[in-house]
């Protein structure tokens, strides 16, 4: 395992789940050439903005016919139009294609070893059974569909509408609201969808990365927690100040996303008004919106 920190010697995960002990089999290596040497199975968990430094030396060390899967949630927009992060990666990295694995999974749960699912998205059989076997275990439990852009853009949507979610819980709001939140969310989410990638499935949205994956990351996700922050005040007024005081180490997403979102939206025929959560959400989050807009935005 390669990472920007060295946790060998701790023997427990940094930052998110310090009671979790590894296993021995995972070994930290400071240097990425060295964790890439000869890999036949490469899994990508980091910020994308780093994945243009750091392919080159991955394809350079790898297997020819590594397989590749990203548990990266976000999306880039490039020719007015959003681009597939597992996309980007399979340019970075000669056209390897790239499976995808989102899914209700709480990292500090999944830690613990309580049961969840997730879903992998994968265009080939062989590539399927792969991280099937590779991740499926009685508490974890994998279901893999074709669909890699419906659930890479489930895993990167969601996180927008969970700062919704936080919104209405930093204002104190009921479950009847934030229900509504998390309903006029997915419908969006799936709107999204269908305009810039006319192939994702619906059937997509049942699965654990689709309403799943949403209704835990609009109650219990560090997107959620963060909105709800925001509105408070209680560690700061930036986004910045408030990822520092709560995440420690880990990073925000849904903002990022939000803008990416809005990006696409207004690139071209501005289409923004036909998202009336996402486009208060970023309005909130970002251009003095008062709070309490949240729940005026209906579809």
Same mark, same amino acid.
Request: one cysteine or more; glycine letters at 8%.
């Given at each position: 395992?390669?990472?920007?920190? #060295?946790? *060998?010697?701790?023997?427990?995960?940094?930052?998110?789940?310090?009671?979790?002990?590894?296993?021995?089999?995972?070994? $930290?290596?400071? %240097?990425?050439?060295?964790?890439?040497? %000869? +890999?036949?199975?490469?899994?990508?968990?980091?910020?994308?903005?780093?994945?243009?430094?750091?392919?080159?030396?991955?394809? $350079?060390?790898?297997?020819?016919?590594?397989?590749?899967?990203?548990?990266?949630?976000?999306?880039?927009?490039?020719?007015?139009?959003?681009?597939?992060?597992?996309?980007?990666?399979?340019?970075?990295?000669?056209?390897?294609?790239?499976?995808?694995?989102?899914?209700?999974?709480?990292?500090?749960?999944?830690?613990? %070893?309580?049961? &969840?699912?997730?879903?992998?998205?994968?265009?080939?059989?062989?590539?399927?059974?792969?991280?099937?076997?590779?991740? *499926?275990?009685?508490?974890?439990?994998?279901?893999?569909?074709?669909?890699?852009?419906?659930?890479?853009? &489930?895993?990167?949507?969601?996180?927008?509408?969970?700062?919704?979610?936080?919104?209405?819980?930093? =204002?104190? =709001?009921?479950?009847?609201?934030?229900?509504?939140?998390?309903?006029?969310?997915?419908?969006?989410?799936? !709107?999204?969808?269908?305009?810039?990638?006319?192939?994702?499935?619906?059937?997509?949205?049942?699965?654990?990365?689709?309403?799943?994956?949403?209704?835990?990351? #609009?109650?219990?996700?560090?997107?959620?927690?963060?909105?709800? +922050?925001?509105?408070?005040? /209680?560690?700061?007024?930036?986004?910045?100040?408030?990822?520092?005081?709560?995440?420690?180490?880990?990073?925000?997403?849904?903002?990022?996303? +939000?803008?990416?979102?809005?990006?696409?939206?207004?690139?071209?025929?501005?289409?923004? *008004? %036909?998202?009336? =959560?996402?486009?208060?959400?970023?309005?909130?989050?970002? /251009?003095?919106? !008062?709070?309490?807009?949240?729940?005026?935005?209906?579809?």
């Amino acid at each position: 395992m390669f990472g920007r920190h #060295c946790f *060998d010697d701790l023997l427990v995960a940094p930052f998110f789940a310090q009671d979790a002990k590894l296993p021995e089999n995972v070994v $930290a290596v400071p %240097d990425l050439a060295t964790a890439a040497k %000869d +890999a036949t199975m490469l899994i990508f968990v980091l910020p994308h903005q780093f994945l243009n430094r750091i392919c080159p030396q991955i394809v $350079a060390n790898c297997s020819p016919n590594a397989h590749i899967i990203s548990l990266i949630k976000g999306i880039e927009f490039e020719n007015n139009a959003p681009k597939l992060i597992s996309s980007m990666i399979s340019q970075a990295m000669g056209g390897k294609p790239c499976s995808v694995l989102m899914g209700a999974n709480v990292a500090n749960e999944v830690a613990k %070893d309580e049961f &969840c699912e997730a879903t992998v998205g994968c265009l080939d059989v062989h590539g399927a059974n792969l991280w099937h076997k590779c991740f *499926d275990r009685p508490t974890f439990k994998i279901n893999v569909v074709s669909d890699v852009p419906g659930v890479e853009l &489930c895993g990167a949507l969601k996180n927008v509408v969970a700062l919704g979610a936080g919104f209405c819980d930093g =204002l104190k =709001l009921g479950g009847n609201t934030k229900a509504a939140i998390v309903r006029i969310g997915l419908m969006e989410m799936k !709107k999204f969808c269908a305009l810039y990638f006319p192939s994702v499935e619906s059937d997509t949205f049942f699965e654990s990365c689709g309403v799943a994956d949403l209704i835990t990351t #609009c109650y219990g996700g560090r997107n959620r927690k963060c909105a709800e +922050a925001f509105v408070t005040g /209680e560690h700061g007024k930036s986004w910045d100040e408030i990822e520092k005081a709560l995440l420690n180490g880990q990073k925000l997403q849904g903002t990022i996303t +939000a803008k990416d979102v809005m990006i696409c939206l207004k690139a071209g025929q501005d289409k923004s *008004d %036909d998202f009336p =959560l996402f486009t208060t959400i970023h309005n909130i989050a970002f /251009e003095g919106m !008062k709070v309490e807009q949240i729940v005026h935005c209906h579809a």
